[in-house]
């Protein structure tokens, strides 16, 4: 186990970089930090924004990486160089105008990489292009904030999860609304597709896991063990697992074909804001209310 430390504030984010030698993580201290896994240490640290980093993702092939602010920004850097013997470089870099209305709840990169979405505090999600962060399109339907956005493996299906107590599914090429989940009962705050794309597990407020048909939009599944908010859940690679964080201040790990949770970890970080699982696998991290960020093996 490692334990990185740095930020202020809690972790609100973090991402690996594909390759995996790099962590990066938002905080409400303001700052985004790189984190060089193979030294344990800082690499590089971002300050100019005016209010709390809260999402961020890398774009599939790992040369962009792209994070939102509650100061209603969304950033996108070109990353044009990093090895473990040479200091990480940035390409140019890009900010959107300030037009969220509540700032940027969520965000995710399409497979392509080609455009990412926005979750916005005014219930709309917002699309745009990579090489333009100035014209997105809009998709609306939701009445509350959009607190989680994740692409299908396909790339053709959005779903969206919302403070409205409901999960939309949308066809993510045309910014149609295809059906609407209903069923929680307190805010959404992350979903996760399965790798097969068949399945959608979405969690929140309610401090349950909801398990989705995505076939027959209906639900199939509940798993039950967290006594407060989930606050992140993801899938392993092979499906058969998913981890989910939580405010009451653990990270589980459940057997998607038992519902039986098969480990629990509390590493007395405080509340557990964000959760992510290396490329391989092989390990994870998660981001605390204290401001540590603990990288554990998961096997």
Avoid at 45 to 69: M, N, Q, Y
Avoid at 250 to 279: E, K, S
């Amino acid at each position: 186990m490692l334990i990185l430390r740095g930020h202020t504030g809690p972790v609100r984010c973090l991402a690996y970089s594909p390759d995996g030698c790099l962590l990066v993580s938002g905080s409400d201290d303001k700052t985004v930090r790189f984190w060089d896994l193979t030294r344990s240490e800082t690499c590089h640290t971002i300050e100019d924004h005016k209010d709390g980093v809260r999402v961020l993702a890398f774009a599939p092939d790992g040369k962009r990486l792209t994070w939102g602010s509650w100061d209603d920004t969304v950033t996108l850097w070109k990353i044009e160089h990093y090895t473990t013997k040479q200091r990480l470089r940035f390409g140019k870099g890009a900010r959107s105008p300030a037009t969220h209305a509540g700032g940027v709840w969520s965000l995710a990169f399409e497979p392509g990489g080609h455009f990412f979405l926005v979750g916005c505090g005014n219930g709309s999600v917002k699309q745009y292009w990579t090489g333009d962060l100035w014209k997105p399109r809009t998709f609306t339907g939701h009445t509350w904030p959009v607190n989680a956005v994740k692409l299908s493996p396909s790339g053709k299906l959005l779903a969206t999860g919302s403070h409205d107590l409901t999960v939309c599914l949308w066809e993510s090429n045309w910014g149609r609304e295809r059906t609407t989940l209903t069923g929680h009962t307190d805010w959404v705050r992350c979903i996760a597709f399965s790798p097969d794309g068949l399945t959608l597990a979405s969690a929140g407020d309610e401090a349950m896991i909801r398990f989705w048909d995505v076939a027959e939009e209906k639900e199939k599944a509940v798993f039950i063990g967290h006594t407060a908010a989930v606050r992140e859940i993801v899938f392993s690679a092979d499906g058969r697992s998913l981890f989910s964080a939580s405010w009451d201040e653990t990270v589980r790990v459940w057997d998607v074909t038992t519902g039986c949770q098969r480990t629990a970890f509390n590493w007395n970080i405080g509340r557990v804001h964000c959760l992510a699982l290396a490329p391989d696998g092989m390990t994870a991290a998660v981001g605390g209310q204290d401001g540590s960020i603990v990288v554990w093996d998961v096997e």
